[in-house]
């Protein structure tokens, strides 16, 4: 896989941010429409149009800051109006655009939850498929699908990272984050489009699809494990027929956990495994290198959790990738002395495939400006600029998909 990687309320509203910390997360999943619209906008990528949105707010909101700082109870909304879309490429947008709107730190922070959410989705998206953030307290927010509750998901600031694309810095659109902040009117095309995209019957129980089977009680069996360096111990012995040469690899717990799973070589130790802050035993580290026929074969017995699936890498390390390989792009542009004499201006977004060496495969326009010579010269600087360092790949990977926000 390529990485690549948009209330019926029985209570005064004066009181319901008050309730926010007392209600229970149940009771505030049925919040609903007495919400007011904030707006309405679509989102596109490469020319076709993907999601159309609804942010609804308790009290409207124009700008960017008192939306994101406000402590209210909002909820985003995202329908699938393509055919389809690919579980790598919702992903991808997520946590790309994620990343260059949020700090470093709270990306570390929030990384698991991001990553947790895109577990869930555990299929590709059709068209009428209705998605829903619903901030339920500052660090709490609902995960909904069709309707039924996915999960929830937790972290100081969940639903601002989620609603950061839109709205901040750096957003997908700039036409999508004026319609989600002007109060869009009802008869507006992204408000009609919204209205009549509807869920199908046979996608109703979707989430239940989703679901991770009950968790099995692991089997403790202390189990001792010999290597030629030494001697390691696990408390979880791996069924036989999952023996495999990638066994001899031992555990450390003495580097602090990251947000994601990922091997860490040291040329003077044996090779150790990091963990998330995991609440269950710990399992072999081979158990997430397993071929993936093996792998499959076993995920469910741990609901589809992670750790049965291939390391990723950090979201910190892709966040840092782009920031660096963005500042050397910036440094190549060249600005063209017609557009400065005529005042155009404007923003794209290019998605530029990078391959194993930091070359340039290819470079696509996300969202582009109207003017042909700023086009012309973004993509010029992105080609001066190469070739970048070599990118954060996941195993197996060929080639990483660089989002660059130009403004």
Known sequence: MNKTLCIPLSIPIITAALLVAVISPHAHSELNGELEVNGYGIYEEFGAALYALKLNTLSQSDTAAELLENNQVKILSLKVIANSLGQRQWCRFWTQNIAINISSADLERLADSLLDMCDQTATDLAHGDHIEF????????????????????????????????????????????????????????????????????????????????????????????????????????????????????????????????????????????????????????????????????????????????????????????????????????????????????????????????????????LEFTDYDRLNEAAEEAVAMAAPFAPPPLEFGEEFFDLLLPIT
């Not at 989703?210 to 189990?223: C, D, G, N, S």
């Not at 923003?347 to 326009?365: F, N, Y």
């Open 134 to 365: 619903r901030r339920l307290t500052y660090r709490t927010t609902e995960f909904r699908v069709n309707g039924a509750e996915v999960s929830l998901l937790e972290g100081e600031g969940i639903f601002e990272a989620f609603l950061s694309p839109f709205v901040d810095r750096s957003p997908v659109s700039s036409e999508l984050k004026l319609g989600l902040l002007s109060n869009s009117s009802e008869e507006s095309i992204a408000a009609s489009v919204y209205s009549t995209t509807l869920i199908s019957d046979s996608r109703l129980n979707l989430a239940q699809i989703w679901a991770p089977e009950p968790e099995l009680e692991p089997v403790i069996q202390p189990a001792e494990v010999l290597l030629d360096s030494g001697q390691i111990f696990s408390d979880v012995a791996l069924p036989r027929s999952l023996e495999h040469p990638l066994a001899k690899i031992s555990q450390s717990s003495n580097a602090p956990p990251t947000q994601a799973w990922s091997p860490n070589l040291d040329n003077n130790q044996p090779m150790r495994y990091e963990t998330a802050s995991l609440v269950r035993p710990e399992f072999l580290a081979s158990y997430a290198f397993m071929p993936s026929s093996v792998s499959e074969a076993h995920r469910s017995k741990d609901g589809g959790s992670r750790i049965f699936k291939t390391p990723r890498v950090s979201l910190v390390e892709i966040q840092e990738y782009q920031n660096i390989s963005l500042q050397k792009v910036y440094e190549n542009i060249i600005y063209p002395s017609m557009s400065l004499r005529r005042n155009h201006q404007g923003s794209l977004r290019l998605m530029v495939q990078i391959d194993k060496e930091g070359g340039i495969q290819k470079i696509d326009s």
